[in-house]
């Protein structure tokens, strides 16, 4: 069955802190995708990566990056030099390709950004 | 233009009332997904429409339904409402990833 936990219920943080966001997932299938996704303050879910699973590349987009791991079923996600504006709820997600049109999401990561 | 819209932003019910919640999805999409965040629940996918059909649904009673109309826009409706349906619904395309509309915030009295 598929599952996506996300252990760090809330983090807090001091405003140019790293922060690492953690994510395992649970699948059957060999072919997946992992997404994460940021739900700030206002509340509107805001799409940030899609990885496929045949893709173990780790990616970096600015202040963002991300490290996937087959071995370990982490997408790990980190923010280099944390900002306030990044202060929001941050989820995992992931999809099946046997059921792509159902994601699952996990319970979410609150993060907050001390000034 | 935003790629999802979802009206109405608030909606305040009495127990046991009937709820109806708007998605339109940016034009080129025939799909709809709908969401449902509720406190302590997390995201749960509710309903998928496509091409005006159900296509799929998530693990909710029938008095969760809905339709999709010619023009690719959609309804959730929600009967005998009951406290615990008080969340946040999103309605969502999908591209490369979900893009999300800014959702209707119920809330059951």
């Known amino acids: 069955a598929q599952k996506v936990t996300q252990a760090q219920t809330e983090i807090s943080v001091v405003e140019k802190e790293d922060v690492t966001l953690d994510c395992v997932y649970e699948t059957r299938d060999t072919t997946y995708y992992l997404f994460w996704y940021k739900q700030p303050p206002s509340g509107e879910l805001v799409f940030l990566i899609r990885?496929?699973?045949?893709?173990?590349q780790n990616e970096i987009s600015g202040r963002y990056s991300w490290n996937f791991q087959k071995s370990t079923s982490s997408f790990n996600f980190t923010i280099t030099a944390s900002q306030v504006v990044d202060s929001a709820v941050y989820f995992c997600?992931?999809?099946?390709?046997?059921?792509?049109?159902?994601?699952?999401f996990g319970p979410g990561t609150s993060l907050s950004v001390i000034p | 233009e935003a790629g999802v819209t979802q009206s109405p932003t608030h909606l305040i019910k009495t127990r046991g009332q009937q709820a109806t919640l708007r998605c339109s999805p940016i034009?080129?999409?025939?799909?709809v997904y709908w969401y449902q965040q509720a406190l302590g629940l997390g995201l749960q996918f509710l309903l998928w429409?496509?091409?005006?059909?159900?296509?799929n649904r998530g693990n909710f009673p029938p008095r969760f339904s809905g339709r999709q109309f010619p023009n690719y826009s959609s309804e959730l409706n929600v009967n005998a409402l009951e406290l615990e349906d008080s969340a946040l619904y999103l309605c969502?395309?999908?591209?490369?990833?979900?893009?999300f509309g800014s959702g209707t915030r119920l809330t059951v009295v």
């Open positions: 034009s080129g999409h025939t799909s």
């Open positions: 990885r496929n699973s045949f893709d173990e």
């Open positions: 997600a992931l999809s099946e390709e046997t059921s792509y049109d159902k994601v699952i």
């Open positions: 969502a395309i999908l591209t490369y990833g979900y893009t």
């Open positions: 429409y496509d091409e005006g059909e159900e296509r």
